[in-house]
């Protein structure tokens, strides 16, 4: 799914929820996305994503665990 815009759209997205994390391009065209905060904002966020780039993601890989706190923000990582 790289070169659509979606890493900056999703930071955008972001922009709206309490999430820290990130999104960053792997090496075989796969996209990461990785958010922190509460379970209900989280939920929010991915809905979110879901509804301005889901024409843009043709599956998901959802892993749930408790957040570590290692984040500050919500960025974009190369």
Same mark, same amino acid.
């Given at each position: 799914m790289q070169g659509v815009g979606f890493r900056y759209s999703a930071r955008e997205v972001a922009? +709206?929820?309490?999430?820290? +994390?990130?999104?960053r391009n792997l090496p075989d065209g796969r996209v990461e996305l990785v958010a922190e905060g509460?379970? %209900?904002e989280v939920r929010e966020f991915l809905r979110g994503v879901q509804d301005n780039? +889901?024409?843009?993601?043709?599956?998901?890989? %959802?892993?749930?665990?408790?957040?570590? +706190? %290692?984040?500050?923000?919500? %960025?974009?990582r190369h």
């Open positions: 922009c +709206g929820y309490d999430v820290t +994390g990130f999104v509460d379970e %209900e780039l +889901g024409s843009y993601i043709r599956g998901t890989d %959802e892993r749930w665990s408790d957040a570590m +706190g %290692e984040f500050n923000r919500f %960025e974009i």
